[in-house]
């Protein structure tokens, strides 16, 4: 059974940091390409980061810089670091695996406000 669960959301103030993690299990993690998608009810689903199977990593134009992906596949989890917060940041983070399948996770809230 698939699953992908994100965890690390929060409330944080302006200028702060956040570490997203997200575990993964029933698929084969180091075929999948890991991508860690955000969603507000204004702009609706955005791509933020993603890394390949080989590790080559690729960042939206507003979070380079201070988003950081990273993918530990013997543990099966993908991270995102988060640096610098700002307040437009604020959404659901949602992770994806892409291959031969694609599945998701059921997202973690994240909250940048003073």
């Known amino acids: 059974q698939v699953q992908i669960v994100e965890s690390g959301g929060g409330l944080v103030q302006p200028g702060g940091s956040l570490r997203l993690s997200c575990a993964a299990s029933g698929f084969t993690f180091n075929n999948y390409a890991m991508s860690w998608y955000r969603q507000t009810p204004g702009k609706g689903l955005e791509l933020v980061a993603r890394?390949?199977?080989?590790?080559?990593?690729k960042y939206a134009d507003s979070v380079k810089g201070r988003f950081t992906n990273s993918r530990d596949n013997a543990n099966n989890t993908v991270y995102l670091q988060m640096n610098s917060l700002k307040p437009e940041d604020t959404a659901v983070y949602l992770c994806?695996?892409?291959?031969?399948?694609?599945?998701w996770g059921q997202g973690t809230q994240v909250t940048v406000s003073s």
């Open positions: 890394i390949s199977r080989g590790g080559s990593t």
């Open positions: 994806n695996a892409a291959f031969m399948n694609t599945y």
